[in-house]
Nanobody, 119 residues
């Protein structure tokens, strides 16, 4: 069984910064991708940023240049550094893990952490 534990959400003023972290534990294959998604009230969950185990990253257009996803070492921890936050970034942020070996593939979600950007 795989568990994802997120931390780092909170309340911040517009223009401020927050850093989220997600620690994955359990049976994780070497081929994996870890993403951050978010869901604002009344909206669909959307991809924010993605990083593969080889370090390749991808960002949603609204966060490019402001958010940075990283996975600094071989351990299954992913960070999301969020700078110049805007009120429209307010959402519950979820960590996602996809892992596979051959034809076997599994996906997991964290419990979510609230990010509120408000003055």
């Amino acid at each position: 069984q795989v568990q994802l534990v997120e931390s780092g959400g909170g309340l911040v003023q517009p223009g401020g910064s927050l850093s989220l972290s997600c620690v994955a534990s359990g049976n994780i294959f070497s081929d994996n991708v870890m993403d951050w998604y978010r869901q604002a009230p009344g909206k669909q969950r959307e991809l924010v940023a993605s990083i593969t185990n080889s370090g390749r990253t991808n960002y949603a257009d609204p966060v490019k240049g402001r958010f940075t996803i990283s996975k600094p070492n071989a351990k299954n921890t992913v960070y999301l550094q969020m700078n110049n936050l805007k009120p429209e970034d307010t959402a519950v942020y979820y960590c996602y893990l996809g892992t596979w070996a051959g034809a076997q593939g599994y996906t997991y979600w964290g419990q979510g952490t609230q990010v509120t950007v408000s003055s």
